[in-house]
Each structure stands twice: as C-alpha cells, then as structure tokens.
C-alpha cells in the first residue's frame, strides 16, 4: 500500500471517529439542555451559560485525547500557528506556577496565574463551541455571569450538578468511541498534538473499555 493510501485511510478512520464523537456530544448537549430548561422553569432564573459568556474559560478545562484532536482537526495551518503562539503562553503559566503538579487545581488559584483558554477569538468567545469537549457541555452556572467573573463572588455561585448514572453512560459510550480515554487538560492535550511532548500532569488519568464496563454493572 502506498503512502498516499495510508494517508487516506488514517483519515477516514479518524473521520469515522470524529462522527461518532460529534454524535455523542449533540446527543449530549440535547440531554444537558434539557434538564436545565427544567430546572430554570421551576426557579424563574435561567442558566447565564452560552456561547457569548467566556468566564469558565478562565477555568481549568479538562478533554480526552480525541476531543483535542477533533478541534485540531478543524484548523488550518494559519490558524495552528496562531493557536501554537497562545498555548505557548497558557504553557508558560501552567507549568510555572506549578498548576501540573494538582490533579484538579483551585480556581481561586488557576484563574490569576493561567491565561485564558487560547481557542478564545479576538471577542473572547469560544471559536470552536459546537466541538467543545463533553466536560465544557456540562458545565452550567446557575446563577449570574457576575459569579464567574468576581473570584470574591465565585464561591456563591451554583452549578448544576447531573446523575452518575448518566456521566457514567456517556463515559461509555465515549470509550467505545477508541476503546479508552486519556483525559488531562485540554491545552496539554493540544500543546502535545502542536508543539510536542510536554510534562506529565497529575490530572492525566487513562480510562480503558473494560472499566467502564465493570462500573457500569
């Protein structure tokens, strides 16, 4: 087989996989929205979350290996270069202020010391929403933006919190997807996939198929 037969062949599976993902993050954003809409109908106050609003993306956000690859996949060269730029400063803030050394760092610690995640366009807002990682759709504050942006009001926000049982499932099905997960920061992930290998963080955990299935039991 030549190399341009290989090529091609990587990419329809990497293809196929990215159409399985993208299906398991609608079906996803569709169960999350919602039980959301619900839960606002019963207390009057609507989520303030949506594509205008970049506060949590001031936090850390975590992805699996193949969420990082299929926003990757979105780019073109000019747009890598400019992403490769930022992740070079998230990086610099990450690693040298120890933020890799916490399996799941403190806001009130990460938001001063780590620039804001570099897939933010020049309005500050997200330019690959509908392909943001599973654990950005479930993120939904339940009261004003205010208590995202203010660190000193931040502990007074509320967040919606989803069953087990459906994380579980949707862990599931999102291991079947490549067998496994290898979940870490998102811009690790990124800064692996652009720029090369880079120091391990204690959030790096690998989930496999066979797991899943034994906590799904």
Not at 84 to 112: C, D, M, N
Not at 116 to 140: I, N, T, W
Request: overall charge negative.
């Amino acid at each position: 087989m030549i190399d341009e037969d290989i090529s091609a062949l990587q990419a329809a599976m990497n293809d196929d996989r990215f159409d399985q993902l993208d299906k398991l993050h609608t079906t996803a954003t569709e169960i999350f929205g919602k039980a959301i809409a619900k839960e606002s109908a019963k207390t009057g106050v609507p989520s303030p979350c949506g594509d205008k609003c970049p506060a949590c993306c001031r936090e850390p956000v975590y992805a699996s290996r193949l969420e990082a690859e299929r926003i990757v996949a979105l780019m073109d060269e000019a747009r890598k270069e400019v992403i490769r730029e930022k992740l070079t400063f998230w990086l610099a803030g990450f690693y040298g202020t120890g933020q890799h050394k916490v399996e799941r760092p403190s806001v009130y610690e990460y938001i001063p010391s780590v620039p804001p995640c570099p897939l933010l366009d020049k309005d500050g807002r997200c330019s690959v929403y509908e392909h943001r990682p599973l654990e950005c759709r479930a993120h939904f504050a339940m009261k004003h933006r205010s208590y995202c942006e203010d660190l000193a009001k931040r502990r007074e926000q509320k967040h919606a919190l989803f069953g087990d049982d459906l994380m579980m499932i949707l862990c599931v099905e999102h291991m079947h997807i490549e067998n496994g997960i290898l979940m870490d920061h998102l811009c690790v992930h990124l800064a692996e996939i652009l720029l090369g290998a880079q120091p391990e963080t204690e959030a790096r955990v690998n989930y496999i198929a066979e797991f899943a299935e034994e906590e799904k039991k």
